[in-house]
């Protein structure tokens, strides 16, 4: 009987910190977002949205890319690259609550709440973690960094990208950016390919003007 007793005890533990974790933490944050005007797509219990982020990605994927009459790629690509941002920001607004799994995310566009969330060094803003493909676009720049490293690249991003430096691009950009603009002015073309390396090209242009910003500029 005793031993029955613990069991159903353990159960009622068990039970009751899944439900604290699953529901009650999940509705809260909900409810703290919601009184102050902030709303979003609602919580589903351990998934969260992710069934219906991975839902939006393949209906996407499953569509070519489109061209605009003059026979060129179209550039809006937020659809493509964040459906359900497009999404749920046309029905939300521009600041709207999600969840990844059990992890809230909240999405923002104001460009003063964006700076202030960039600038803060507190640690109170984490950053998600990138995906290889996201790891091939940004690299180990700013974006992605935290911490101690955050400070010390930011400190040398400082000293190069000031006003001065940035404000007049030297004729050696400008040339390197259009080499970079000719080489691929029939990206549209190819971009059926499979591995095209595009990633590699604005890679190679990114490193360009970072190094003629960092030295001054080539003559």
């Known amino acids: 009987?005793?031993?029955?007793?613990?069991?159903?005890?353990?159960?009622i533990v068990v039970v009751s910190k899944l439900g604290h974790t699953i529901l009650w933490v999940p509705w809260k944050v909900q409810r703290h977002f919601r009184?102050?005007?902030?709303?979003g797509p609602p919580y589903r219990p351990i998934f969260g949205n992710t069934a219906e982020i991975r839902r939006m990605y393949a209906e996407v994927q499953s569509k070519?890319?489109?061209?605009?009459?003059?026979?060129?790629?179209n550039h809006g690509i937020t659809y493509r690259v964040?459906?359900?941002y497009q999404k749920w920001s046309s029905l939300y607004g521009k600041t709207f609550l999600c969840w990844f799994g059990q992890k809230p995310m909240?999405?923002?566009a104001d460009p003063e709440m964006i700076k202030a969330v960039l600038m803060n060094t507190s640690g109170a803003f984490g950053k998600l973690k990138y995906n290889p493909l996201a790891k091939l676009l940004f690299g180990g720049g700013l974006a992605g960094l935290e911490g101690e490293k955050?400070?010390?690249?930011?400190?040398?991003?400082?000293?190069?990208?000031?006003?001065?430096?940035?404000?007049?691009?030297?004729?050696?950009?400008?040339?390197?950016?259009?080499?970079?603009?000719?080489?691929?002015?029939?990206v549209h073309?190819?971009?059926?390919?499979?591995?095209?390396?595009?990633?590699?090209?604005?890679?190679?242009?990114a490193q360009f003007i970072s190094f003629c910003y960092l030295c001054g500029g080539w003559e």
């Not at 009184?35 to 709303?39: L, M």
């Not at 690249?153 to 000031?162: D, E, K, T, W, Y």
């Open 64 to 73: 070519p890319v489109p061209v605009n009459s003059g026979d060129t790629l």
């Open 35 to 39: 009184r102050q005007g902030i709303s």
């Open 189 to 205: 073309k190819i971009i059926d390919q499979e591995k095209w390396p595009c990633n590699r090209k604005f890679e190679e242009l």
């Open 150 to 186: 955050w400070a010390v690249h930011r400190h040398i991003a400082n000293q190069a990208f000031n006003m001065e430096r940035v404000k007049v691009p030297t004729n050696k950009e400008q040339q390197g950016e259009m080499e970079v603009r000719q080489r691929n002015s029939r």
């Open 82 to 84: 964040m459906p359900f």
């Open 106 to 108: 909240l999405a923002i």
């Open 1 to 11: 009987m005793e031993l029955l007793l613990i069991f159903f005890l353990l159960i």
